[in-house]
Structures are given as structure tokens and as C-alpha cells.
């Protein structure tokens, strides 16, 4: 069984602060991506990765940066943590060169005060 | 108009009833299709993988595509109270791609 795991399932973080999402996978899976996932929105790409130090930007990259130095974890960093990047946090990964099904963790719910 | 369309619900059946459950896309593009059911406050669950046309069953859950309307189908034979979740559809071009599109979701309440 695929198992991708985030650091934390819920988390309070203050307007201004450095927020880190930390999201790990047992399979494998060259792919890793971040969306964020808003009612009446669904999921947005924030940024995605197909190898290890390798990275592109989703749809909504603004306020976000990411890193990637093992295959297996792929973390999520805002920068400067704002009342508008409240949202569930999800990661997810897949194998080969991309269209294969994705895998999703269990999601970090970010509430920035 | 969104890549893909997805009635938001909620949809509330009977225990034992068949559910249909349904998404339009308007790129012919699309060739992988997936769902996911997401329990409140958990992540997306995949359910079911299809490529291009026709139908795939799992157990209780039979995926259909038919590319030629742009139109995807998840069937629940017996549905149960365990069931009530959101189901998202999801479907990406093909391989090469990173991009995937997903539905906003529909709302499923099977009462006891």
C-alpha cells in the first residue's frame, strides 16, 4: 500500500510567521505536488516536483516556496504565513513521467491567525 | 466555463440504493480518470484508475467513461451509511504531464 505521510494534521500559526509542511512517501514515487484544497474551489496545484531538487510551479505558487533534497519528502514553506493561506493542506505523489494516479495524505488543516 | 464540472450535492439515498455519480469535461485531451472519495477533514482516497473509454469495476464500484460525450460515471451498487463522503473526480492528459484537473466534488449521504 502507497503511504504518504504530513507532518501535522492540524496547525496555528501566526500572520508573519515562517510556516513548514513537511510531507513524506514509502513508495518510491518520483512525483510529489502541495494543493491546497478550498470549498468551492477544490484543489489547487501550489507546486509540484518529477525528481529530487527539481521543482515547478503549480497555478498558485505565489506565498510559497518548496524543497526537495530526498526523493521521499517534499516540503512546503511559507515564506511569510497570511490570513488567506488558511486551507487544508495536501500532498500527494505518483510514479513515472507523469498520468499515472495519484496518492494523497491525510492533509494539514493551516489556520493563520 | 471550468475544464471539469462536477454537481456539488448533497446527494442523500437509501441504504442498498445504486448511486450515480457524475462529471463533464470539456477538454478531449483528458485520457487518464480517476476517483477519490474523501472522508470530512481527511485526504482524498483513490477509488478508481481508467484510461480512455469504458468501464473498470471494483467490487461495488464500477468506473464508466465515455469520451465521446465528455462525460465520466462512478456507480455504487449497495451503497452504505460508510459511504457518505465527497467524491472527486480527477483526469489529466496524456503521460508527460504533470497536470491534473480535478472536480470541486459531490456531497454523498446514504441514511440507515
Known amino acids: 500500500d502507497v503511504k504518504v505521510t504530513q507532518s501535522s494534521r492540524y496547525l496555528v500559526k501566526r500572520t508573519g510567521e515562517k510556516v513548514f509542511l513537511e510531507c513524506v512517501q514509502d513508495?518510491?514515487?518520483?512525483?510529489m505536488f502541495w494543493y491546497r484544497q478550498d470549498p468551492g474551489l477544490g484543489l489547487r496545484l501550489i507546486y509540484f516536483s518529477y525528481d529530487v531538487k527539481m521543482k515547478e510551479k503549480g497555478d498558485i505558487p505565489e506565498g510559497y516556496s518548496v524543497s526537495r533534497e530526498k526523493k521521499e519528502r517534499f516540503s512546503l514553506i511559507l515564506e511569510s504565513a497570511s490570513t488567506n493561506q488558511t486551507s487544508m493542506y495536501l500532498c500527494?505523489?505518483?510514479?513515472?513521467?507523469?498520468?499515472?494516479?495519484?496518492?494523497f495524505g491525510p492533509g494539514t488543516r493551516l489556520t493563520v491567525t | 466555463q471550468k475544464e471539469v464540472e462536477q454537481d456539488p450535492g448533497p446527494l442523500s439515498v437509501p441504504e442498498g440504493a445504486i448511486v450515480s455519480l457524475n462529471c463533464t469535461y470539456s477538454n478531449s485531451a483528458f485520457q487518464y480518470f480517476m476517483w477519490y472519495r474523501q472522508y470530512s477533514r481527511k485526504g482524498p482516497e483513490l477509488l478508481m484508475y481508467t484510461y480512455s473509454s469504458g468501464n473498470k469495476e471494483d467490487g461495488r464500484f464500477t468506473a464508466q467513461v465515455d469520451k465521446s460525450s465528455k462525460y465520466i460515471s462512478l456507480f455504487i451498487r449497495d451503497s452504505q451509511p460508510s459511504d457518505s463522503a465527497t467524491y472527486l473526480c480527477?483526469?489529466?492528459?496524456?503521460?508527460?504531464?504533470?497536470?491534473?484537473?480535478f472536480g470541486t466534488g459531490t456531497r454523498l449521504k446514504v441514511l440507515a
Open positions: 480527477a483526469m489529466t492528459t496524456y503521460p508527460g504531464t504533470y497536470k491534473y484537473i
Open positions: 513508495m518510491d514515487h518520483e512525483n
Open positions: 500527494a505523489s505518483s510514479s513515472g513521467t507523469g498520468g499515472n494516479e495519484q496518492y
